[in-house]
Structure formats: structure tokens, C-alpha cells
């Protein structure tokens, strides 16, 4: 039905308008039949938008969707059904993923879920990279030199390498200890940074 919908809006759309450029897009989500909302951070929505950007890619055409949440916060929910619905459109390779910075099912922008979406969004980046396959008789030459008790740390490949892997911004990779001892939570820390952003920002249209 999804499908359907869409192909007859692109014929109205190329006849209206021959030769537009199109959006493969969908908001499709099941019902919450408890409050008779739309849920659009339901993993089923995920499930859904993720088959609809496979026939996206099957008709050439380009795929938008959203990684969107319920929350009216950001918080464990929000964080969770951002990740069931935008996870699984990475792995059907949509080709744009919006919704960042929204919360209470898209109805409204928050500065501070905006930057750990940033984050969020840097992280899917590298996820969409796989895993990179350097030179593998290097590799395996390491291994059998360094193993059982060798020193990978030391060596020039690891120098060379660890560098490509990604670093958080803004999540912690702490100690309990030195987490603790900042005494700030990630809230904190994203509203902290999108006043920080928003003190700095100059207007383009004026420089």
C-alpha cells in the first residue's frame, strides 16, 4: 500500500510537474491502539521504512526517512527509538536519515537532542564504513609475531592505524570513578554544548 501510494503521487507529480526531482519517502508506522497515536518511534516503523527503501532503490529512486522518537525529552526512550528506527534503514542504505534534533513524534526541535544526534549521526557514518581491510600479510605477520604475549601498542601498524577508529564526542568512554567525578550526565553535557554553539554561531548571510 505504501508502494502504491507513492508511485501514483509520482505520476501525478511528473505530470503536474515533468521532470521534478523526487523523494522516496514514507511515515508509515502501525497504531498505538492504548492512546490511538501514530507512534513514530515504533520499531515496526523501522522494520517498515527499511522494506520501503529497498523499493526505493529498485525504482532508482532516491530514499528519506527518519530516525524520529516519541520522547518529549531527551532521554533512555528517546536515545532507544532513534536507534530502532534509523538502525534500519543504515542497513537498507537510505540515502538520507532526517529527524535530527526532533523529540514528541516530531513536533518540535530540541537544541539539546540535536547534538547528541550529531553524534548519533557520526556514529552511523562510521557503521555504514565497515569494517576496512588493510594489508592482510602485514597483518597476519603481526599476529603471529605478537601472539600469545607481544606488545601491540608498540608497534609502527598500530601507530599507523588506531587513529581511523571513531572517538565520541560527547558519550562517555570513562571509569565509573572519573565519570562520576565530572559530576555531569549527557543532558548536561548537550545543553552545555548547544549554548556553547549558539554563543559562537555567526549569521553567514552577514560575513
Not at 597476519?140 to 564526542?169: C, D, M, S, Y
Not at 562520576?180 to 552545555?192: D, G, L, P, V, Y
Request: neutral net charge; hydrophobic residues 40%.
Amino acid at each position: 500500500m505504501i508502494n502504491t501510494d507513492i508511485l501514483a503521487w509520482i505520476v501525478v507529480l511528473q505530470i503536474l510537474f515533468p521532470g521534478a526531482p523526487l523523494l522516496y519517502g514514507s511515515v508509515a508506522a502501525v497504531l498505538d491502539m492504548r492512546t490511538g497515536l501514530l507512534p513514530l518511534g515504533a520499531p515496526e516503523r523501522g522494520t517498515i521504512d527499511a522494506r520501503a527503501a529497498l523499493m526505493a532503490r529498485h525504482y532508482g529512486l532516491l530514499s528519506l526517512y527518519g530516525g524520529l522518537s516519541d520522547a518529549e525529552e531527551l532521554d533512555a526512550q528517546a536515545g532507544f527509538e532513534k536507534a530502532v528506527t534509523a538502525v534500519p534503514l543504515l542497513l537498507e542504505r537510505a540515502d538520507i536519515i532526517y529527524g535530527v534534533g526532533t523529540v514528541d513524534a516530531g513536533s518540535t526541535i530540541s537544541y539539546t537532542q540535536m547534538v547528541l544526534d550529531d553524534e548519533f549521526a557520526a556514529g552511523l557514518r562510521r557503521m555504514m564504513q565497515g569494517i576496512p581491510v588493510h594489508d592482510l600479510d602485514e597483518e597476519v605477520a603481526l599476529i603471529k609475531t605478537n601472539t600469545p604475549r607481544g606488545n601491540f601498542f608498540k608497534i609502527e601498524h598500530t601507530r599507523r592505524n588506531f587513529r581511523r577508529h571513531w572517538q565520541p564526542g560527547i558519550l562517555s568512554r570513562d571509569t565509573y570513578k572519573t565519570w562520576h567525578a565530572k559530576s555531569e550526565n549527557i543532558e548536561q553535557i548537550c545543553r552545555r554544548k548547544a549554548r556553547d554553539i549558539l554563543a559562537q554561531h555567526q549569521n553567514c548571510s552577514k560575513n
